[in-house]
Nanobody, 115 residues
Framework: QVQLVEFGGGLVQPGGSLRLSCTASTTVFKSLDMSWFRQAPGKERMLVGRITNINNTWTFDEEGRFDISRDNNKKTVYLDMKNLKPEDTAVYYC??????????WGQGIQVTVSS
């Protein structure tokens, strides 16, 4: 089990930007696929972005407002979000997946987009 801690959530105005960080307590961070999910009230958890252990990336947003990156030396994955909209309001979760497809989750962090 990988311990994951998220940082950086909070309240931001529409159109604003925010960076989420997730730091892992593990000696095998380089081998992990890292993802961000989010869950809005009354909705299912959805995949926001993923960065694999060979740095292939994918994000859900076709407008390019979200960017995912990682720093293996810091054992940290980032989610950079810009031009945020009220519908981006959700609890954001960090996920780690081993090559054996074992999943670990962070505790979640609230992001609220509101004026």
């Amino acid at each position: 089990q990988v311990q994951l801690v998220e940082f950086g959530g909070g309240l931001v105005q529409p159109g604003g930007s925010l960076r989420l960080s997730c730091t892992a307590s593990t000696t095998v961070f380089k081998s992990l696929d890292m993802s961000w999910f989010r869950q809005a009230p009354g909705k299912e958890r959805m995949l926001v972005g993923r960065i694999t252990n060979i740095n292939n990336t994918w994000t859900f947003d076709e407008e390019g407002r979200f960017d995912i990156s990682r720093d293996n030396n810091k054992k940290t994955v980032y989610l950079d979000m810009k031009n945020l909209k009220p519908e981006d309001t959700a609890v954001y979760y960090c996920n780690a997946r081993t090559p054996r497809m074992e999943n670990s989750w962070g505790q979640g962090i609230q992001v609220t987009v509101s004026s």
